[in-house]
């Protein structure tokens, strides 16, 4: 059964970067019929999807976040990561990992979330 | 502002069947697959629906997905108190080569 979990600090400064890892186990980051993706929740708000990445590396993101994500993958730790950098309040948000098929355009597997709040 | 429009908010009473509806366009709903999904509070999102009717092993028969051009509808019968919960709908967006949501609708059992 796979299963992702984020991990990552809890507050962030603003204008600082944003960093979060999803562990992947029970699977691998490796296979070629995944996007291993970053999805967010702000307060009291809807889902909003940041960005994916492949086990080869290539990488998509939200135009609306784009100048600011790096999405990475450790292939060896079967860790991908997010960074976010120059964050505002309004990126306080709940982070969630997630496992998308890439033939089928769903996500089936989620983390937990974890929740990032920006403050000094 | 989410790509996919949801109603804010459904209600029902137990026993009863409630509908929610996801409009979208036709770079995502229209070209691609619904897919639905159950938020319990202060808990990740639950694949309920893929492919825009089917169901993952383990979701109950009471809840059905269906898809006309644009627009996707989830149907609950027999509601139940404990399906008291956040839906949403989902896509893939061919122009943005990536997911989109619709902003959720919450479902509330009288």
């Known amino acids: 059964q796979v299963q992702l979990q984020e991990s990552g600090p809890g507050l962030v400064k603003p204008s600082e970067t944003l960093s979060l890892t999803c562990t992947v186990s029970?699977?691998?980051?490796?296979?070629?019929?995944?996007?291993w993706s970053w999805i967010r929740q702000p307060p009291g708000k809807g889902l909003e999807w940041i960005g994916y990445i492949y086990y080869s590396g290539s990488t998509n993101y939200n135009p609306s976040l784009k100048s600011r994500v790096t999405i990475s993958v450790d292939t060896s730790k079967n860790q991908f990561s997010l960074k976010l950098s120059s964050v505002t309040a309004a990126d306080t948000a709940v982070y969630s990992c997630a496992r998308g098929d890439n033939y089928y355009f769903y996500m089936d597997v989620w983390g937990k979330g974890a929740t990032v709040t920006v403050s000094s | 502002q989410s790509v996919l429009t949801q109603p804010p908010s459904a209600s029902g009473t137990p026993g009863q069947r409630v509908t929610i509806s996801c409009s979208g366009s036709s770079s995502n709903i229209g070209s691609n697959t619904a897919n639905w999904y159950q938020q319990l509070p202060g808990t990740a999102p639950k694949l309920l629906i893929y492919s825009n009717n089917q169901r993952p092993s383990g979701v109950p028969d009471r809840f059905s997905g269906s898809k006309s051009g644009t627009s996707a509808s989830l149907a609950i019968s027999g509601l139940q108190s404990d399906d008291e919960a956040d839906y949403y709908c989902a896509a893939w967006d061919d122009s943005l080569n990536g997911w989109v949501f619709g902003g959720g609708t919450k479902l509330t059992v009288l």
């Open positions: 029970g699977g691998s980051v490796s296979s070629s019929s995944y996007y």
